[in-house]
């Protein structure tokens, strides 16, 4: 998948798994088409709700080739031709959009932050804040439902040591790529409340 359809999806991340419900033709069609494979269908489908599932789509298709966002797209017509049509008239002011407002302004954290790799210190003060929407922030930073179960299993007693071990597991996996605005952004598709950042970045 091209960058910038990458860059579309993302910036569109939030809006999509409030409008899509995937179950019923926009799967079923990935896999018709090739785009998803049989285990990630049933990885989508595993999951615990409706936005969730979008969530894991979304985080599943920058990697599954050139045809995906075009496939994608093709998905929508159906049932969803109005999600169809914001993504292709809105997506390049969209994405200018949220490139300007990603900064310092929306989130109170400095230019210079957003683009550094948070510590484990803030990681452990942000897993102290979190709760049960841990597990969405951690399949939206891109994390399997099997490395979500072993956080759970190998912490059984501390739901912040498994949110902890997860983000930890995170930054591992993707290195400098693990930015704090990388982050960010999925707390805000958790719907969580950005004064929580305060009490983190400091």
């Given at each position: 998948m091209d960058q910038k359809h990458k860059e579309i999806l993302r910036a569109n991340r939030?809006?999509?798994?409030?409008?899509?419900?995937?179950?019923?033709?926009?799967?079923?069609?990935?896999?018709?088409?090739?785009?998803?494979?049989?285990?990630?269908?049933?990885?989508?489908?595993?999951?615990?709700?409706?936005?969730?599932?979008?969530?894991?789509?979304?985080?599943?298709?920058?990697?599954?080739?050139?045809a995906a966002f075009s496939g994608f797209l093709s998905s929508l017509q159906k049932d969803f031709p109005?999600?169809?049509?914001?993504?292709?008239?809105?997506?390049?002011?969209?994405?200018?959009?949220?490139?300007?407002?990603?900064?310092?302004?929306?989130?109170?954290?400095s230019e210079h932050l957003l683009n550094t790799v948070?510590?484990?210190?803030?990681?452990?003060r942000l897993a102290s804040l979190l709760g049960p929407e841990w597990e969405t922030v951690l399949l939206d930073l891109g994390l399997s439902p099997g490395d979500l179960y072993r956080c759970r299993a190998d912490h059984p007693l501390s739901v912040q040591s498994q949110v902890l071990a997860g983000l930890v597991l995170w930054k591992q996996i993707q290195g400098r790529k693990?930015?704090?605005?990388?982050?960010?952004?999925?707390?805000?598709?958790?719907?969580?409340?950005?004064?929580?950042?305060?009490?983190?970045?400091?």
């Open positions: 939030l809006y999509l798994s409030e409008q899509l419900i995937v179950d019923d033709n926009i799967i079923p069609y990935l896999y018709q088409e090739g785009i998803l494979t049989e285990s990630q269908v049933e990885e989508i489908l595993s999951q615990s709700s409706n936005k969730n599932k979008t969530l894991r789509l979304l985080s599943i298709l920058p990697s599954r080739g050139p109005w999600v169809r049509d914001h993504i292709l008239t809105g997506s390049q002011d969209h994405g200018h959009a949220a490139a300007d407002t990603e900064g310092s302004g929306q989130w109170g954290v948070p510590t484990n210190q803030q990681l452990n693990a930015t704090v605005q990388c982050l960010l952004q999925s707390l805000q598709v958790a719907d969580l409340h950005l004064s929580l950042l305060n009490q983190v970045f400091i």
